[in-house]
């Protein structure tokens, strides 16, 4: 255990970046996913076929490959997607190029299904509600941000919490496109004790299993408190 | 239906022969073959009876971890049968002393281990012995066998043609790549500077050429092999900052290895063969045959 109890500086920064990861992420994810599921169930057709394609493309393709392409593929194809304009300091955490691939490929990778969670929650409103918003002479932008969008988020609200709990545990995959998050920081130290390999894979798990629960809490918290405001 | 099954036909044939183009043009490019090294029985005669080499020797078979990522060190393409670099050039020498054909393929297995399984891999018996650019430290011999060393290297920067860069001092606070889990990672942080990691060395590579970074570092035989394959756009700069004692790891359950690999290696010291075995693998990118490292005692038993 002298291993991470030793480092609990670096311990405890790794996980930062690893909270940092999840919250940019977890935010642009659920905007954006939000957007496609809109752009899914509205009435123009291009938009419809856009997103249905977009949903498909990435939501089938492993995330590394996303990473990989926009850590290697991306900048060869437009400069600026290399992200180097990035360059934000604040304590001892450095927000650089690495930091903005591994968001841009986690937001856009989770927004998919983001987009297919919410789908589901917008399916189980009923026709009724949406005919009768437009009854009283809504646009499509106000059926959604008024009468379809917040009774879907109630009834998806636990495949959502689930869609970025997974996303907390994809942002690991960041250890290996330059970001010094929980698990590239667990691996360094495992390499400097690997004689406490058990111990060190012990401590970092539990790392997770924190963060996690402590999301769970909130999103079951959330769940009760909008049950009764159905 | 007709049309398109012969077209599906074409289409297949179409595919076969582009992938026995393609299987062409891999054989055509491997030919680093390394040296080639005999099987000694003479030697493998006169090992101790009991000991684990003699089992070893009598069972025909050894497994070996190497690196497959490392030009220069330990490498391996999809399409070579046996690994080349000088980790696998050392290995072929102890291997022939246990009277085993470093080229048949079923009598040595070479195995990939990395940095983070090169423990595990000897503790469970996965591999006899590892030479994957195995640094010696004193934590690792908690656990496991290690001896040698039979290369002494330091970190280095490589970095593009144009940059002004001189040593790792001017890198301070800036952002340097190498692989995740390191220990070079550690050394670019203790020298000021900011490590990043990637998944192997050569996409550090690829995101020096791309910019992203202004310099990658790890031991400067690795770095020298990446110069050479991209001539004219890559430079290694600055003096070692660190010192790395590469060694044989072996398990520590069969302690009677450690004195058998000493001697071995001592014998090629003196022999020219482990000089030899520089100049084909590491020696090509420009490099000079350093002297034989000093090696460590065996641990008494």
Known sequence: MDAVLDNLDLYFKAFGYTVALFLVSGVTSMILGTLLAAFRVGPVPVLRWATSVYVTLVRNTPLVIVFAAFSFMAPMLWGPLNFRWLSVHIGGFDFTAFFAAAVVSLSLYTSSFVCEALRSGVN????????????????????????????????????????????????????????????????SITNDFSSQRTEIFIAFAIGYVVIVEVFSFFAARLESHWRVAR | MRFIRSKGAVAAFGLALSLS???????AGSDDEGRDVKADTDAAESLPDGSRMKEIADAGKIKVG?????????????????PTGFDVEVAKILVSKLGLDPSDPSQVQWEETVSDNREPFLQNGKVDLVLASYSITDDRQKVVGQTGPYMITGQQLLVKSDADVESIDDLKGKEICSVTGSTSI??????????????????????????????????????????????????????????????????????????????????????????????????????????PPELNDCPSS
């Open chain 1, 124 to 187: 189980a409103v009923s026709v009724g509600q949406a005919e009768a918003a437009r009854a009283i002479g809504l646009p499509f932008s106000g059926v959604m941000s008024q009468v379809v969008l917040p009774q879907a988020f109630r009834a998806s609200v636990p495949p959502l919490a689930s869609v970025q709990i997974a996303l907390i545990k994809n942002t690991s995959v960041a250890a290996v496109f330059g970001v010094a998050e929980a698990t590239s920081q667990m691996r």
């Open chain 2, 66 to 82: 190497v690196k497959f990522d490392q030009p220069g060190l330990g490498f391996k393409t999809a399409t070579d049968d046996i």
């Open chain 2, 21 to 27: 183009t393609l299987a062409g043009c891999g054989d």
């Open chain 2, 186 to 291: 550690d050394r670019i942080n203790e020298q000021g500077a900011k490590g990043v990691g990637f998944d192997s060395y050569s996409e550090c590579v690829q995101k020096v050429l791309d910019g992203t970074v202004e310099a990658m570092s790890t031991d400067g035989a690795i770095l020298m092999g990446y110069a050479a394959e991209n001539e004219g756009e890559l430079k290694v700069v600055g003096d070692e900052f660190s010192e790395e004692n590469i060694g044989v790891g072996y398990s520590k359950k069969e302690p009677e290895m450690c004195q058998w690999i000493n001697d071995t290696l001592t014998e090629a010291f003196d022999d020219g063969s482990w000089a030899e075995a520089f100049e084909v693998t590491l020696g090509k990118s420009g490099s000079e045959t350093p002297d």
